[in-house]
């Protein structure tokens, strides 16, 4: 096999499938609660959802530190590095990316790439990056990748409470749409001009939501189209069960995978989310 022509890393945005090629060196958050700070790589799924059930704080979250996106680039064990970041409409990860890459110096040569996305579709742009590299493609090839992955990959998600997102000051778009009531379930996505959460769809009740987010795919993409799916569950992993169902219902799927939602990206949707990164056909390179 031909040897890697660079490495890749990302941030503790993504949330990561076994069935891709997501196992790269990431530069975690940090959440904390009141006065004690957690890793992200060092909080568990269980112990985040008990921190939410029993802590009276609002949890918030860190981006990694420029030590933190030091360590991954040498972590990748290459010379030349090509950083995914979560959007920067989102995070400030990036910036913290960028001061890291000043730090390297000559040993390392870091290349950067927003995302403008998260979670499951940041997923789906690390495995074209990871998989040209394995190739032993260019870093070019693998941004070209990257891109036209990214051109193609929706994000839909849906919470059972706007509480988190408010708490936490990411709202924005989607309250402003939404008229300010929290009763509803929004149907959110990233609006890939901004990087930014905006709301396409609302429901009444939860099971509606699911609905809601399949529907939002099938509109996107057309009932028939085969479709990649990276599905995506909070607290009830049998929400991503219903939801592979209704699409299965109605598209032809090429792969899924299912992943449950990360601690950092948890406390801003809360217990309960569910959301799916979707993409038609097959990889754009094996077209």
């Not at 990087?195 to 996107?220: F, H, L, P, W």
């Amino acid at each position: 096999m031909t040897a890697p022509l660079f490495g890749i890393v990302t941030d503790g945005g993504l949330d990561a499938y076994g069935g891709l090629n997501n196992a790269v060196p990431v530069a975690p958050f940090s959440v904390t609660f009141g006065e004690t700070s957690y890793r992200t790589d060092e909080l568990s799924r269980e112990a985040l959802f008990r921190e939410l059930a029993t802590n009276p704080a609002h949890p918030t979250s860190s981006q990694p530190t420029p030590q933190d996106w030091l360590e991954a680039y040498r972590r990748a064990g290459t010379r030349d590095v090509l950083a995914v970041t979560i959007s920067a409409g989102l995070s400030g990860s990036r910036n913290a990316a960028e001061q890291a890459r000043s730090l390297a110096g000559a040993d390392v040569a870091v290349s950067i790439h927003d995302s403008r996305t998260l979670s499951a579709a940041q997923a789906f742009q690390v495995h074209a990056a990871a998989t040209a590299a394995a190739r032993g493609e260019t870093l070019e090839t693998a941004v070209a990748w990257m891109e036209a992955v990214a051109q193609e990959t929706e994000l839909y998600f849906t919470i059972e409470t706007l509480e988190y997102l408010r708490r936490g000051g990411r709202i924005g778009r989607v309250q402003a749409t939404l008229g300010g009531l929290l009763d509803l379930k929004p149907v959110i996505t990233v609006d890939k001009a901004t990087g930014t959460y905006t709301n396409v769809g609302r429901a009444r009740s939860y099971r509606g939501a699911i609905v809601a987010v399949a529907d939002r795919v099938t509109r996107t993409y057309a009932e028939g189209t085969p479709l990649r799916l990276g599905l995506l569950y909070g607290n009830e992993p049998a929400d991503s069960d219903t939801l592979l169902d209704v699409l299965a219902a109605r598209h032809p799927i090429v792969w899924s995978g299912t992943a449950g939602v990360n601690p950092v990206l948890n406390v801003h949707t809360g217990p309960r989310a569910l959301g799916v990164a979707a993409a038609p056909g097959p990889w754009p390179w094996e077209r």
